[in-house]
Nanobody, 120 residues
Framework: QVQLVESGGGLVQAGGSLRLSCTAS????????MAWYRQAPGKQRELVAL???????NYADSVKGRFTISRDNAKNTVYLQMNSLKPEDTAVYYC??????????????WGQGTQVTVSS
């Protein structure tokens, strides 16, 4: 009943920028933390950035100073602005959100992922 759909991935040259978007749709009562994770081939999925409903953020050390997470609560959307991209940023990026839907408690929801490829 809740779906997260990502967009904005693609191929970019090292040093370039991409902006990812993720929108939650369906029966939504409330959205708490929203986050971006990524998983590179052969590697474990890792947290890239997280933003609370109130706008507090945290980032993986590897992206600090380069990526910015933001959200629009009215649109149930989270964004990830990625600047100064490096080849090691290449991964499938997954949107994550804690959402209270038809039941009065929060559940983790995941998007299906969007590919980000950074060429050297």
């Amino acid at each position: 009943q809740v779906q997260l759909v990502e967009s904005g991935g693609g191929l970019v040259q090292a040093g370039g920028s991409l902006r990812l978007s993720c929108t939650a749709s369906g029966t939504i009562f409330s959205v708490d933390d929203m986050a971006w994770y990524r998983q590179a081939p052969g590697k474990q999925r890792e947290l890239v950035a997280l933003i609370t409903r109130g706008g507090f953020t945290n980032y993986a050390d590897s992206v600090k100073g380069r990526f910015t997470i933001s959200r629009d609560n009215a649109k149930n959307t989270v964004y990830l602005q990625m600047n100064s991209l490096k080849p090691e940023d290449t991964a499938v990026y997954y949107c994550n959100a804690d959402i209270a839907s038809s039941r009065p408690y929060y559940i983790d929801y995941w998007g299906q992922g969007t590919q980000v490829t950074v060429s050297s």
